[in-house]
């Protein structure tokens, strides 16, 4: 418009308009400023084209995008519930580890309780057969000397 303007007004400032000369000049002039405008109009027209596939594409990217933050998402929580599972599960089964442990603990200390019981009831036994046995060697003896007695007696006697 405003190339126009500058051609209208240099026209007007140099020649009169009956000059056919000037006319021809000036719509000359008014054809080819047309003529840059038409193809200025067609750049930008190109230009809004571009501007609204790139858009076009940004919306489906931006879609995409989003798509594709929402499945992250979603496996995010899932792997967040797994987690939260397979936690519990871990602390269910170390109470019950525990549980064991803390059961098998009681049965070692009852198995050494039992243990040092029969140690004892052995020691007691084995002072018992010392004791027996010292009774056997001293009957034993004495059985002997009777033995030996009686012996030198009939010996004397016949």
Do not use: C
């Amino acid at each position: 418009m405003a190339g126009l303007e500058r051609v209208a007004s240099s026209v007007r400032a140099t020649q009169p308009s009956d000059d056919s000369f000037h006319q021809d000049a000036l719509v000359r002039t008014l054809e080819a400023e047309n003529e840059r405008l038409r193809s200025h109009s067609d750049y930008l027209q190109r230009t809004v084209e571009t501007l609204q596939a790139n858009a076009s594409e940004h919306a489906l990217t931006i879609e995409s995008l989003r798509t594709e933050r929402d499945t992250y998402k979603s496996l995010l929580d899932e792997q967040a519930n797994t987690v939260a599972e397979l936690a519990a599960a871990v602390e269910k089964a170390d109470a019950q580890v525990s549980a064991s442990h803390r059961f098998a603990l009681g049965r070692i200390e009852d198995s050494g309780a039992e243990t040092r019981r029969i140690k004892e009831q052995l020691s007691l036994a084995n002072a018992k057969i010392e004791e027996l046995k010292k009774k056997v060697q001293d009957e034993t003896a004495m059985s002997d000397t009777l033995r030996r007695a009686l012996n030198a007696q009939r010996s004397k006697e016949t």
